[in-house]
């Protein structure tokens, strides 16, 4: 019998860990109705004219970063603002911090107010995007050269 409740005990520890890690990698979804209301999900939009973003955990990407992107993230955070308007520079600016595999948080700048703030941010008349922060380091548009050194100066690994 207590050979039995040992065996089990393992076999329910394993199926546990492996159930946690399953979720861990679960993809979320944002999207935006035609009425103007957003959702979240774990499935892809159900409208056809839906807009997605796949947005993720970035507890869990970060448990997965080298040790100098974790201390360069907790120091020098990276801040994406885009809009819905800036689709080849912004999914440009996307693919190379991507590539890079810098962690970063994506603002969208979709109302007035939220576009004041980010020219307040920038100390500029007009909205400039894509833009980048760098920490309290601010870069508008995307340039491959002034983002990288940006990143290199913060401690992000090349």
């Given at each position: 019998?207590?050979?039995?409740?040992?065996?089990?005990?393992?076999?329910?520890?394993?199926?546990?860990?492996?159930?946690?890690?399953?979720?861990?990698?679960?993809?979320?979804?944002?999207?935006?109705?035609?009425?103007?209301?957003?959702?979240?999900?774990?499935?892809?939009?159900?409208?056809?004219?839906?807009?997605?973003?796949?947005?993720?955990?970035?507890?869990?990407?970060?448990?997965?970063?080298?040790?100098?992107?974790?201390?360069?993230?907790e120091k020098f955070p990276l801040t994406l603002?885009?809009?819905?308007?800036?689709?080849?520079?912004?999914?440009?600016?996307?693919?190379?911090?991507?590539?890079?595999?810098?962690?970063?948080?994506?603002?969208?700048?979709?109302?007035?107010?939220?576009?004041?703030?980010?020219?307040?941010?920038?100390?500029?008349?007009?909205?400039?995007?894509?833009?980048l922060t760098v920490g309290s380091k601010v870069?508008?548009?995307?340039?491959?050269?002034?983002?990288?050194?940006?990143?290199?100066?913060?401690?992000?690994?090349?």
């Amino acid at each position: 019998m207590r050979e039995f409740k040992v065996k089990t005990f393992w076999i329910g520890l394993i199926l546990t860990a492996l159930l946690a890690s399953l979720g861990a990698q679960a993809e979320v979804f944002r999207w935006t109705d035609k009425n103007g209301k957003v959702h979240y999900s774990d499935a892809p939009p159900p409208e056809a004219d839906a807009q997605a973003r796949r947005l993720y955990d970035s507890r869990i990407e970060q448990d997965k970063q080298p040790y100098e992107t974790s201390k360069a993230a907790e120091k020098f955070p990276l801040t994406l603002y885009v809009s819905d308007d800036c689709k080849e520079h912004c999914n440009s600016a996307r693919a190379w911090l991507q590539k890079r595999k810098a962690p970063f948080s994506e603002k969208l700048v979709k109302t007035n107010e939220e576009g004041d703030a980010l020219k307040q941010l920038t100390g500029n008349k007009q909205v400039f995007l894509p833009t980048l922060t760098v920490g309290s380091k601010v870069i508008e548009g995307f340039e491959a050269g002034a983002w990288g050194s940006a990143l290199d100066l913060a401690g992000y690994p090349k």
